[in-house]
């Protein structure tokens, strides 16, 4: 919970201070504001979660950005640790990121972000339930599409990287729908 409220913290500083930037800053642009609601599904080692993601983020300018999302898990997929059956479910999932922007048309762009997460797992067996909270360096790739000026769509592609923390490494794949403020 403390991570969560640091995390809303650094985001509002940075949104309040991203208008002042862009105002010293020339180069940056104007701020501009989106907000996203996605499926999420991540492949972690063995396992299938689902998720429904939210994200809101800042741009200063066409290039550069940044954005904090936050996950709650939809499914509970069944699977094998050993001889043992196992349950997973992701409780929570949060992260923050930097984004670099390559605007390809008026209306698209493609993007890559590195950022910082946290997600809540629960394992469950026939004998036991584990919450299990984890760190990691996440990184991706993703690309957006504008029906209209502030309408679109957004397919992106996320590593997760735990450092050997329980867990290696989760792939994650979203699609969903993103708004221009």
């Given at each position: 919970?403390?991570?969560l409220?640091?995390l809303?913290?650094?985001?509002?500083i940075?949104a309040?201070?991203?208008?002042a930037?862009?105002q010293?800053?020339?180069?940056?642009?104007?701020?501009?504001?989106?907000?996203?609601?996605?499926y999420?599904?991540?492949?972690?080692?063995?396992?299938?979660?689902?998720?429904?993601?939210?994200?809101?983020g800042?741009?200063?300018?066409?290039?550069?950005?940044?954005?904090?999302?936050?996950?709650?898990?939809v499914?509970?997929?069944?699977?094998?640790?050993?001889?043992?059956?196992?349950q997973?479910h992701?409780?929570?999932?949060?992260a923050?990121?930097?984004?670099?922007?390559?605007?390809?048309?008026?209306?698209?762009n493609l993007?890559?972000?590195?950022?910082?997460?946290h997600?809540?797992?629960?394992i469950t067996t026939?004998?036991?339930a584990?919450?299990?909270?984890?760190d990691?360096?996440?990184y991706g790739v993703?690309?957006e599409?504008?029906?209209?000026?502030?309408?679109?769509?957004?397919?992106?592609?996320t590593?997760?990287?735990?450092?050997?923390?329980?867990?290696?490494?989760a792939?994650?794949?979203?699609?969903?729908?993103v708004?221009r403020?």
């Open positions: 919970m403390k991570s409220i640091a809303a913290a650094v985001a509002a940075g309040v201070a991203a208008p930037f862009a010293t800053l020339p180069v940056l642009g104007q701020v501009t504001y989106n907000g996203s609601i996605s999420a599904a991540t492949n972690t080692e063995g396992a299938d979660l689902g998720a429904v993601n939210l994200r809101a800042a741009d200063a300018g066409k290039y550069l950005g940044a954005e904090i999302e936050g996950s709650f898990g499914n509970q997929p069944f699977g094998e640790q050993g001889m043992t059956a196992t997973l992701l409780n929570s999932q949060y923050a990121y930097a984004v670099a922007r390559l605007p390809v048309l008026d209306n698209a993007f890559v972000r590195v950022g910082y997460g997600s809540d797992l629960r026939l004998t036991a584990v919450n299990n909270g984890l990691s360096w996440n993703g690309g599409y504008f029906l209209d000026g502030k309408n679109g769509v957004r397919v992106d592609f590593r997760s990287d735990y450092m050997g923390r329980g867990l290696d490494i792939d994650t794949w979203s699609v969903g729908y708004r403020f």
